[in-house]
C-alpha cells in the first residue's frame, strides 16, 4: 500500500533539523536546543519538588489536606481506614518559572518563598548542579522576590577562547565605552569584562604558569585601540611588558625606577584634583569629552619584588613605594589613574602597606593558587564557595580564574588567548595612540575651560 504524502512543511522542517544536528560545528548546540533541553525541561519541572526538599528550599505551611486516620476495628475484625480533611504542616517548594535555553545550559525563575533571600540559593548551587546532573549552577539576577539561577551544562572554559580585538567605533570612543575591554569569557557563556569605570583597580594573583601575564597581554589588545594611556611596572627585569613599549607611554623596570613614575603619576593626579576643584567637579568623568583629562592605566607585573627588601636601605624605598600605591589607589577613581596587580602572593607578609593596598582594590582575579592562603588573601572577603572554586582550578586550564563580577558576585572565568606575538603585533599597529608623558601630564588641566559657575558645558 503506497504511503500517504508527507506534507512538504514537515519534510522542510525533518531537513532542517538534520542539517542542524550534522553540521559539525553546530552538532552539539544544536543538539542541545532541539532535543536536550525539551527533556531536560519536563524533567527539572517534574522533579522540583524533591531536589527543592533535599536542597533544603521548601518552607512547612498549613494546608487543608487529605490525611488517613486508623479507624475502628468492627466486629467482624475488618480495620476501616477513614481519609478525613484536616489541616496539617506540608513541604512547599518555591514556585519555579519556565525554564530558558541558553547557548551553554539554562536559565531559571525562582518565586522566593517568605524568609527566603537569594543567597539562600547560592548557598545550594552546588547541590542543585548533582541533583540537575550539570556542571555548575550559579544564581545570575535576582529582583525583590525572584532569583533566577543559571545551569551550565557544559564547562565553556574547557575549551582555549580567542581573544577578541575591539573594534574602534564608527563615531569614535564616546567616554561610557572607555576602559571597558572584553578579556575572556565567564562560565555564563556572556563576556568577561573588565570595567575599570565601575571597578577602577584590579588585582592578578595566581601560582607561575597560572595566566597571569595572558590577561595582561588580553588587557593590552583590549585598551590598545582605545584613547587611553598605558603605564608598565614590569620589575621582572622588563621582559613581560617590554615587547608592548610601542604602545606604553611610560615603562619602568628597577625598583629606583618605579618610585620616579610613582612620584610622576602622584603629580599628575595632584594636578588634576586642582583642575577638578577648579572647574568644580567631583571627577574627571564629569568633564566634557573634549576637556577630560587621558585616562591612565597601570600594569605592575609582580608586586611582591616592589615590596621585598634585602637590607635597611631598601626598606625607606619600600615604605615610599607603598604610601604611591595607596594614594593612588584611594584616590585614583576620581580623576581616572586605575592599578592593576599582579603576583603570585599578595598578602600582609610582604608588609604592613599591603594589606591597606589590598583593601583598596574592588576587582579581584585569582588564577590557580598553590596554597590556600593566597586564595583567602585574594578572595577571603567574598563567599567562601568562591575559595573552594579557586582551589579547585586544574593546571591544565590555564587562565581560568575566579573573578568578581560588575554585580558583586562571583564567576570562574578564562582570559582569552593572546600570545606575546600578537600582543606585541596590537601595540605596534595602535603605537600611533600613544600619548606622550607630557600629553598625559598636561591634557585636560582647564586651562582652555572657564570655571563651572561660567561654564554651560560643565554645569549641563
Ligand atoms: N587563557 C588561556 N588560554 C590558553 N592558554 C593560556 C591561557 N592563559 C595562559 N595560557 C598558557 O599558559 C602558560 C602560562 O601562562 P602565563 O605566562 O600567562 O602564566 P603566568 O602566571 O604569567 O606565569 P609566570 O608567573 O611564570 O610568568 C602559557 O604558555 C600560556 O600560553
Redo the contacts with the bound molecule.
Keep these: 500500500m503506497p504511503l500517504p504524502p508527507v506534507p512538504r512543511p514537515v519534510l522542510l522542517a525533518v531537513a532542517l533539523v538534520l542539517v542542524l544536528v550534522c553540521w559539525r560545528q553546530w552538532a552539539p548546540v544544536s543538539y542541545w536546543y532541539l532535543f536536550g533541553f525539551p527533556c531536560k525541561a519536563v524533567w527539572l519541572r517534574w522533579s522540583w519538588r524533591h531536589v527543592a526538599s533535599g536542597c533544603g528550599l521548601t518552607k512547612k505551611r498549613n494546608r487543608w489536606w487529605f490525611t488517613t486516620v486508623p479507624g475502628l476495628v468492627s466486629s467482624t475484625g475488618v480495620v476501616r481506614v477513614k481519609r478525613r480533611l484536616q489541616r496539617v504542616a506540608v513541604d512547599t517548594k518555591p514556585w519555579m518559572g519556565l525554564p530558558r535555553p541558553t547557548r551553554h545550559g539554562f536559565r531559571v525563575t525562582f518565586h522566593l518563598l517568605d524568609g527566603q533571600i537569594p543567597e539562600d540559593y547560592a548557598k545550594v548551587c552546588d547541590r542543585l548542579a548533582h541533583a540537575w546532573r550539570i556542571e555548575a549552577v550559579r544564581v545570575v539576577g535576582s529582583r525583590p522576590g525572584r532569583v533566577t539561577l543559571q545551569g551550565i551544562n557544559r564547562d565553556p572554559l574547557a575549551h582555549?577562547?580567542p581573544a577578541v580585538a575591539p573594534v574602534e567605533p564608527p563615531d569614535g570612543w564616546r567616554a561610557e565605552d572607555l576602559l571597558r575591554p572584553v578579556v575572556?569569557v565567564l562560565e555564563t557563556g556572556a563576556p568577561w569584562r573588565m570595567d575599570f569605570r565601575l571597578i577602577p583597580h584590579w588585582m592578578n594573583a595566581?601560582?607561575?604558569?597560572?595566566?597571569?601575564?595572558?590577561?595582561?597581554?588580553?588587557l593590552i589588545v583590549g585598551l590598545a585601540p582605545q584613547p587611553v594611556a598605558l603605564v608598565g611596572f614590569d620589575l621582572?627585569g622588563g621582559v613581560?611588558l617590554s615587547p608592548y613599549t610601542p604602545r606604553l607611554t611610560a615603562l619602568a623596570t628597577t625598583r629606583g625606577e618605579c618610585l620616579d613614575l610613582l612620584a610622576d603619576l602622584i603629580g599628575v593626579m595632584g594636578a588634576r584634583m586642582l583642575a577638578c576643584r577648579w572647574l568644580a567637579v567631583r571627577d574627571i568623568w564629569q568633564l566634557p569629552d573634549a576637556s577630560r583629562p587621558i585616562p591612565v592605566v597601570v600594569m605592575v607585573d609582580?608586586i611582591a619584588e616592589l615590596f621585598l627588601t634585602a637590607d635597611k636601605a631598601e626598606k625607606d624605598q619600600v615604605t615610599r613605594t607603598a604610601t604611591a600605591l595607596l594614594r593612588i589607589a584611594q584616590l585614583g577613581r576620581a580623576f581616572g589613574i586605575h592599578l592593576v596587580l599582579?603576583g603570585?602572593r599578595i598578602g600582609s607578609d610582604l608588609g604592613p602597606g599591603v594589606t591597606a593596598l589590598r583593601a583598596q582594590i574592588g576587582g579581584r582575579v585569582c588564577?590557580r593558587v598553590n596554597d590556600p592562603e593566597t586564595a583567602v588573601m585574594t578572595l577571603g572577603d567574598l563567599d567562601p564557595d568562591a575559595l573552594v572554586a579557586a582551589r579547585s582550578i586544574p593546571p591544565e586550564l590555564?587562565?581560568?580564574a575566579v573573578v568578581t563580577g560588575s554585580d558583586g558576585r562571583w564567576y570562574r572565568a578564562?582570559?582569552?588567548?593572546v600570545?606575546t606575538a600578537v600582543a606585541e603585533q596590537v601595540a605596534t599597529a595602535y603605537a600611533h595612540l600613544t600619548p606622550s608623558w607630557a600629553q598625559v601630564a598636561t591634557s585636560g588641566l582647564g586651562h582652555d575651560l572657564a570655571p563651572a559657575s561660567e561654564n554651560p558645558q560643565i554645569a549641563a
Excluded: D
Design positions: 582555549v577562547i575572556g595566581g601560582a607561575t604558569q597560572s595566566g597571569k601575564s595572558n590577561l595582561i597581554n588580553a621582572k613581560e609582580e599582579s603570585q588564577h590555564p587562565g581560568v578564562r582570559s582569552g588567548y600570545s
